[in-house]
């Protein structure tokens, strides 16, 4: 039973602004309209006042498609009803403005007064509404984007967060158990286990799931953990091979572990156990391969939770720019991964 994975690219929390920001954001379009309307057909006197009328009542629309139609029927995919809502809306306006205009009409400069609306004068005005709905939709949907996009991220961040420590912690109470015994039968070796342990532990939890770590930093740690494991199994036997121009070579942290974890706890302790791996480094490329030996028991061949969790982790941190298979062959589980960093 194998993987084979060739992952494609990859895939309402909202920042808060200050409240000065906030009532900037609010005032801005009301003062705008306030400064572009013209009331001159009014006695000056009133003109002020009837610009605020007219600045209020433009933002109406928008307002209400704002707090009201958008978030309780356009994100809901309520599309018939929102358009529906929306053209009732800008009727109820227009109706308004026309029962309004008697009890305008002394407010007027002599001889100025409303003339009766005209098909014209209502296409004008559906146009004019529907263009500033248009615009405060745009505003909602780029804000409730950004507030997903802002989401994503978080949760993205939590799952590689959560990820990476699931990796490889259930060996550290074997080491612990096994140090017990060397502390009474071997002291400086005790002291060697503790070190390894201590530099093992403060690599996986001081680096976030996110960040990227010199490629000898995670071999480093590699190292630190197969001790470790042979520590607990004298007849393991490790052979690495690595090539190419390491020093210059970033990857994200903990990532190669799982593989290593992998072939040691599903290894063949009964008979001729060894981990060979292998990572190479070809100008943008890494290439790392895992060979083992496998036991007895029918999970080594699938892999394991560890496994999985990488899998979750390279579609997350490489979409698109990498190639994982693993597969058993017999007796033989082998791992090849192609990183394009």
Not at 56 to 66: E, R, S, T
Not at 234 to 256: K, N, Y
């Amino acid at each position: 039973m194998g993987i084979t994975i060739c992952h494609p690219a990859a895939t309402s929390l909202q920042v808060n602004k200050p409240l000065y920001l906030r009532i900037l954001l609010h005032l801005a379009p009301a003062i705008t309209l306030y400064a572009i309307a013209g009331m001159n057909q009014f006695r000056p006197e009133w003109q002020p006042a009837m610009k605020a009328v007219a600045a209020l009542f433009l933002l109406a629309a928008p307002y209400v498609n704002i707090y009201l139609l958008v978030p309780a029927l356009l994100l809901r995919f309520r599309y018939l009803a929102y358009a529906l809502s929306v053209l009732l809306l800008i009727s109820v306006l227009l109706l308004f403005t026309i029962w309004m205009q008697p009890l305008f009409t002394p407010l007027l400069n002599t001889g100025e007064y409303f003339t009766p609306l005209e098909l014209h004068d209502t296409v004008v005005f559906f146009v004019m509404m529907l263009a500033l709905v248009a615009a405060s939709t745009t505003v909602q949907l780029f804000r409730h984007w950004m507030a997903a996009s802002h989401q994503r991220t978080d949760n993205l961040r939590t799952e590689l967060e959560n990820l990476k420590r699931q990796l490889s912690p259930h060996f550290v109470f074997n080491t612990l158990n096994n140090l017990d015994t060397l502390i009474y039968a071997d002291q400086h070796r005790a002291s060697e286990v503790v070190h390894a342990l201590s530099r093992l532990l403060r690599h996986q939890l001081y680096l976030s799931g996110d960040n990227k770590v010199p490629l000898q930093q995670e071999l480093d740690f590699l190292q630190d953990y197969l001790y470790l494991e042979q520590l607990r199994h004298d007849a393991l036997d490790i052979t690495p091979h690595i090539s190419g121009d390491i020093q210059q070579v970033t990857l994200h942290a903990m990532l190669l572990i799982p593989f290593i974890e992998n072939a040691a706890k599903h290894n063949d302790y009964n008979g001729n156990a060894y981990i060979n791996f292998s990572i190479t480094v070809n100008s943008d490329k890494l290439e790392f391969s895992c060979i083992n030996p496998v036991g007895m028991k029918p999970a080594a061949t699938t892999g394991g939770a560890g496994l999985q969790n990488v899998q979750r982790r390279l579609a997350l941190l490489y979409p698109g720019q990498h190639e994982l298979h693993a597969a058993a062959s017999g007796d033989i589980f082998t791992v090849q991964l192609t990183l394009h960093i």
